[in-house]
């Protein structure tokens, strides 16, 4: 198997079975890159686990983690304008938390060159919506890299960041999540001596200022750049022709990018009429004189993509404008704007407009058994914090969820936190939801990372205007959902930060901890806290036991947990522990029995307290 | 036309090992590898699963529905539910018998589904189930190797080799643990 410190300091090439995220890491060190910054989020975690798998002293590249992307992409910005090359990855939505310096970036000199590598979710599967991170380009006049494979990952990385460098300029690497989670044997070369990175900040290279006069040389430089890295498209291999072996009756071609490109070129390979394939690696600016010429030489051409019509918009106006002859296709509602690409996709998008590609597809019957959800983990603190809340809250109290584990929440049975925007949100939509407000409670819910990401600027304006809602601040030390990287003040960087004399120091004036599992105390701090006219904080806190157990068994292999049971004498089918507490350890048989799941519970016994008839103990 | 393997199960089962276990298994038997996991928001005792697929002429990763010539379970409901969406008529399943109930079924909103129940819906599309249980494991994501011990036996991917699992094996697993994970993979033929 890949080692994953092997493949950060392996001198020499090599092949392995890689997955794109490790693919990408490999990448950078090839390159020379110097920094990498990032922010964990799904579907770039893994980048950060091969970047920090060999100890410190033999890492080719500086990595750290910031407490926001903005953060991380103004440090990676930072190290470029010192002629280090640098980079940044982080999930789609991260995006629009660094949007503020994003658009900054192509304005400016950057002597390093830097990739702004993204993370976009089609499909939301980890992420709150599955925005189309193609149109930030635009606005921000940074080209877009498009791989669709972990070796075209790599590859395109390796490309991108030296002509990155050679312009002085930032670039976009797209990535997709079944891009940055594929698979596939990629053929890796040798890493380069350690460069002697000396910091070369040079105002000179500015201006870095961009205010009054200096705003328009600054854009129309940018704009410059943009031309140029259009002529680069027009010659680059990474945008080309995939000729179908023959031709037919009639010229048909279709032109993508990315994944959808891999999707239409296998299920092409099916068709009935040869289709020739213009696949695009530099995405934006596009190759319009390439693009041009491929629509001469076809009479139907089908322009596919993921997500929103992006390509397509650009390349029918640029049809248009040159009068071209050529029929364009392409997806049809807005059911096709929604999820990613697949083969099966791709095929059918195809097959509307050319009905005589492919037969029709065969129907399977086969019903979809029950759903399930995610849930909290056996023994999850959020648990515990929720049903004890839910139980203390009066009728028509409002609750405002964040982002992070506790966000599962929201879902049955405890139905906490019932709005959600962003990483943050929770306080200051909270703050907004008590304005003319007073009859209906307003609770709002952080974890305690996001709280340092982007809630602390909520908090200080919740804690200055006094804003009457309670904030339960649900720490349990680690940022879990995305692979329990360390949030500020925990961690390889030192001391614990400690929230309550952080809440202390902003001015909160009801402020209250317990332990996530101390329902009883959680419930009475909480009945105070609304009966507190102003901001109210409760801090409950309980350790991430996923990642506990994980250092237990890691510490002493072959740990014998000890789970709960329920006595069945004892036991009077109140389902409180199975369905309301509802943690996934217990077992509702078809004759009405409960017992608990030896496999799943890790004895930790915070249900107990929950149970009306204390069925629920442990073996003595 | 490539072999696909769909790999499905609970979040915290251990599929992203499983998979990448099979994939690499599967590289060193000489067979061109494309794979892919799911991630994120499922991880957390939801739906997750792994695609492998085997063969030149498969581009992408992801295994197309209905179009899995192994659906490999951790999981009976997720058995079930991977062979709906994903077995091809005529493929096999293989998957280790045990139960995680979802929210709706502790509920008792929604009926889990007995191992009758896969038989006779894999049996419509003509396809096969073996069903693996070994007691007595004392960690439950030594299942893993019990499935794999399975996948084995019944020379279930062609052109994979027993022993070149059995090799992986002994490089991923902690030396702790790989004893007995191996006594369990081959228990389970």
Not at chain 1, 196 to 214: L, Q, S
Not at chain 1, 345 to 363: G, H, N, Q, S, T
Not at chain 1, 550 to 560: I, T, V
Not at chain 2, 150 to 166: D, H, M, N, S, Y
Request: glycine share 10%; aromatic share 6%; with cysteine.
């Amino acid at each position: 198997m890949l080692s994953l410190p092997g493949l950060m300091t392996e001198r020499k090439g090599f092949s392995a079975l890689a997955m794109g995220n490790h693919a990408l890491a490999r990448a950078m060190a090839e390159a020379g890159t110097a920094v990498v910054t990032s922010y964990p989020g799904s579907p770039t975690p893994e980048i950060a686990d091969a970047l920090l798998a060999p100890p410190e002293k033999d890492r080719p590249c500086h990595f750290e983690f910031a407490v926001n992307e903005k953060v991380a992409l103004e440090m990676a910005a930072g190290a470029s304008l010192n002629g280090h090359p640098s980079a940044v990855f982080f999930k789609s939505v991260g995006l629009n938390v660094a949007a503020d310096s994003l658009v900054q970036l192509a304005l400016m000199e950057l002597p390093g060159g830097m990739v702004v590598i993204l993370g976009d979710d089609p499909g939301a599967n980890s992420s709150q919506n599955e925005q189309d991170n193609r149109w930030f380009a635009r606005m921000a006049y940074i080209p877009v890299f498009e791989p669709a494979s972990p070796s075209e990952v790599y590859a395109i990385y390796k490309e991108a960041a030296a002509l990155a460098r050679e312009r002085r300029a930032p670039v976009f690497l797209r990535l997709t999540t079944h891009v940055c989670h594929a698979r596939e044997t990629v053929k890796f070369g040798d890493l380069p001596p350690r460069p002697d990175w000396t910091p070369r900040f040079d105002a000179a290279n500015g201006p870095y200022v961009p205010i009054t006069t200096a705003v328009f040389p600054l854009k129309k430089r940018a704009l410059e750049k943009l031309r140029a890295w259009a002529g680069y498209g027009e010659t680059s291999s990474l945008n080309t022709e995939h000729k179908a072996a023959s031709s037919g009756e009639k010229r048909l071609g279709a032109i993508a990018a990315g994944l959808p490109a891999l999707c239409l070129l296998e299920t092409l390979r099916a068709a009935a009429a040869p289709v020739d394939l213009l696949k695009l690696g530099l995405t934006y600016p596009l190759p319009e004189k390439l693009i041009l010429d491929f629509l001469r030489a076809h009479d139907e051409v089908y322009l596919l993509e993921e997500l929103d019509r992006v390509m397509e918009t650009e390349i029918k106006a640029l049809a248009f404008d040159h009068g071209i002859a050529c029929r364009l296709h392409s997806r049809r509602g807005h059911d096709a704007l929604m999820g990613e690409m697949t083969p099966e996709r791709a095929r059918a998008a195809v097959a509307a407009a050319w009905p005589a590609l492919f037969p029709a597809p065969e129907k399977r019957a086969f019903p979809a058994p029950a759903p399930r959800m995610p849930q909290m983990c056996p023994g999850c603190g959020h648990r515990s914090a929720f049903y004890a809340i839910k139980k203390a809250l009066p009728p028509g109290a409002i609750t405002v969820g964040d982002i992070g584990c506790h966000s599962l929440g929201f879902l049955p049975p405890y139905n906490m936190g019932e709005v959600l925007f962003s990483m943050g949100h929770s306080v200051s939509t909270a703050s907004g939801l008590a304005l003319n407000n007073s009859t209906r409670k307003v609770i709002a819910f952080v974890g305690d990372s996001t709280f340092f990401h982007a809630g602390m600027p909520g908090l200080v304006n919740a804690a200055s205007r006094d804003s009457d809602i309670t904030l339960v601040l649900l720490d349990n030390g680690t940022t879990a959902m995305t692979g329990h990287q360390s949030r500020p003040g925990n961690g390889e960087t030192g001391d614990r930060l400690a929230l309550f004399e952080i809440m202390e120091k902003l001015g909160v004036k009801f402020l209250r901890e317990c332990d996530a599992y101390d329902q009883r105390k959680l419930a009475d701090h909480l009945k105070e806290a609304m009966a507190h006219k102003g901001f109210s904080v409760i801090i409950a806190r309980h350790p991430c036991m996923l990642k506990f157990m994980r250092e237990r068994r890691r510490a002493s292999p072959g740990l014998k947990v000890q789970p709960v049971h329920v006595a069945q004498g004892s036991c009077a089918r109140h389902y409180v522990c199975a369905a309301e507490f509802a943690c996934p350890s217990f077992i509702r048989h078809p004759d009405g029995s409960v017992t608990v799941n030896a496999e799943l519970c890790i004895g930790d016994g915070s249900c107990m307290q929950t149970c009306p008839s204390q069925a629920i103990g442990r073996k003595k | 036309m490539a072999f696909n393997i769909y790999i499905c199960g609970v979040g915290g089962q251990g599929i992203g090992l499983l998979g990448a276990a099979l994939a690499q298994a599967g590289e060193r038997s000489g067979l061109t590898v494309r794979s892919c996991d799911t991630h994120g928001l499922a991880q957390r005792g939801g739906v997750v699963s792994s695609h492998i697929r085997l063969g030149a002429d498969a581009l992408t990763p992801l295994v197309p529905e209905g179009g899995a010539d192994l659906v490999l379970a951790l999981e009976r409901l997720e058995a079930l539910r991977g062979a709906a969406q994903y077995l091809k008529k005529g493929g096999k399943v293989i998957y280790y018998d045990t139960a995680y109930q979802p929210v709706s079924v502790r509920t008792g909103q929604a009926q889990y589904p007995s191992g009758e129940d896969i038989a006779k819906q894999v049996g419509e599309i003509g396809g096969e189930v073996s069903v693996v249980t070994l007691p007595g494991i004392r960690d439950p994501r030594m299942q893993n190797s019990a499935l794999l011990g399975r996948l084995a036996a019944l020379k279930a991917v062609p052109g994979l080799k027993t022993e070149v699992i059995e090799e992986v094996l002994k490089e991923i697993l902690p030396p702790t643990a790989l004893e007995e994970n191996l006594r369990i993979f081959h228990s389970a033929h």
